[in-house]
C-alpha cells in the first residue's frame, strides 16, 4: 500500500484525502509528541547511520519479545535468494548460502521468540544482531520489485558465506557493528517498560487484511490486545503536515481494509520506538480526529466499492 500512498491519483489517496483529512490528528499527535525525552540513537555520525535496517530490526527485536515466531519478510526474502538459485545462474552457491543462513536464522529467531525465562545478557545480544540480519533478509524482499533487490543482495553475496549455515550466520552476525547492536538492545529495553500491557495479549504480527490484494500488498506491524501499532524508529518524531498525513493515512488504510472487522481493531496507534513513547486512539477518536464524515463501516464500504467495485455499484 506504501506505493499507492505515494501516489496522489490513486483511488486509495484520493479516498482517503476526501474523507480523511487529518488536520486534527496532526494537531493532536504533535502536542502528545512535545517534551518527549531525547531519542535513543546510535553513538556514531548519523550520515553513516543505516536507519532503515535498524528501523526494521526493532520492528522484529519488538515482535520476538512479545513472542511472535514466525516473520513473513524475512521468509520471503529467503525465498528470492532459492529463486536465484534455481535460475541457472552460473555461480547459485551464493545463493544457497544465503538462504540456508537465513533458515536458521528463522529457527533462531523462533527459540528466543519461544523462551519463558528473560533472556542472558548475551543472549540479548544475539537476538539484536539476528534482528538486524533479519532486517537485510527483509530489504531483498521489500525491494526487489523496484529495485530488483539489487544492493540487498549484493550484501549477503558479497560475504562469500560459505556451505556451512553456522558458519555462515556467524559471519552475517559478526559483520555488525558494536553500536547496532547497543542501539536495537536500548530500545528493547526501553520498549519491554512502554509496552508492558501488551504483552502477553492476543497477538497478531505482519496482518494482512481482506483489501489486501486490492491495493497490491498491505501488511501491518501488529495488531496486539485489538490495537493496532505501527511501529516508528524516528529520532524526529515531530512532522510536517504531509508526513504526518503519510503516517495517518497508512494506519486508516490498514483500518478500513479490514473490510469485514476480522481484526477486530478497537484502537490504533504509533509507537516510537526511540523515545519509547505509545502514542494511542480509540477507532472512534482516531476517525473523529481524521475528519471522518461517516461511521467506519461506511468507510469500509466505501473503500471497498471503490477498490473492487461490484457489478451495477458506482464507486464514490
Not at 508492558?196 to 506491524?221: M, N, Q, R, W, Y
Not at 469500509?300 to 464514490?316: E, F, G, I, S, Y
Request: with cysteine; net charge positive.
Amino acid at each position: 500500500m506504501t506505493a499507492e500512498l505515494a501516489n496522489p491519483r490513486s483511488r486509495v489517496s484520493r479516498l482517503l484525502t476526501q474523507h480523511l483529512p487529518g488536520s486534527a490528528l496532526h494537531d493532536a499527535y504533535s502536542n502528545a509528541v512535545r517534551g518527549l525525552t531525547a531519542p535513543i540513537r546510535p553513538a556514531e555520525a548519523l550520515s553513516t547511520v543505516p536507519w532503515t535496517i535498524l528501523g526494521t530490526a526493532i520492528d522484529y527485536r519488538i515482535r520476538m519479545w512479545l513472542g511472535e515466531k514466525n516473520h513473513p519478510g524475512i521468509a520471503e526474502g529467503i525465498t528470492i535468494f532459492r529463486e536465484f538459485q534455481q535460475t541457472g545462474t552460473d555461480t547459485p552457491e551464493p545463493y544457497a548460502h544465503a538462504a540456508a543462513a537465513g533458515d536458521l536464522l528463522l529457527n533462531r529467531m523462533a527459540a528466543y521468540a519461544a523462551a519463558t525465562a528473560p533472556l542472558t545478557a548475551t543472549e540479548d545480544d544475539d537476538a539484536a544482531r539476528l534482528a538486524i540480519v533479519g532486517a537485510r533478509y527483509d530489504a531483498v524482499f521489500r525491494t526487489i520489485a523496484v529495485f530488483g533487490a539489487a544492493r540487498a543482495i549484493g550484501y549477503f553475496t558479497d560475504l562469500r558465506l560459505s556451505a556451512d549455515p553456522v558458519r555462515s550466520l556467524a559471519v552475517l552476525t559478526g559483520k555488525i557493528p558494536r553500536s547496532h547492536v547497543d542501539d536495537i538492545r536500548r530500545q528493547l529495553a526501553a520498549a519491554t517498560r512502554a509496552l508492558a500491557d501488551i504483552k502477553g495479549t492476543p497477538l497478531t504480527c505482519s496482518p494482512t487484511f481482506a483489501g489486501s490484494p486490492h491495493v497490491g500488498h498491505a501488511e501491518g506491524d501488529i495488531i496486539a490486545g485489538g490495537m493496532l501499532i505501527d511501529v516508528k524508529s524516528t529520532i524526529m518524531p515531530r512532522l510536517r503536515p504531509a508526513q504526518a498525513r503519510k503516517w495517518f493515512h497508512q494506519l486508516a488504510g490498514y483500518l478500513l481494509l479490514d473490510y469485514d472487522n476480522a481484526h477486530q481493531i478497537e484502537a490504533v496507534a504509533v509507537y516510537l520506538s526511540r523515545q519509547a513513547a505509545l502514542l494511542s486512539w480509540p477507532v472512534g477518536e482516531f476517525l473523529h480526529l481524521m475528519g471522518a464524515r461517516m461511521p467506519l463501516r461506511a468507510l469500509r464500504d466505501n473503500l471497498k466499492n471503490t477498490l473492487a467495485p461490484h457489478p451495477h455499484q458506482v464507486a464514490v
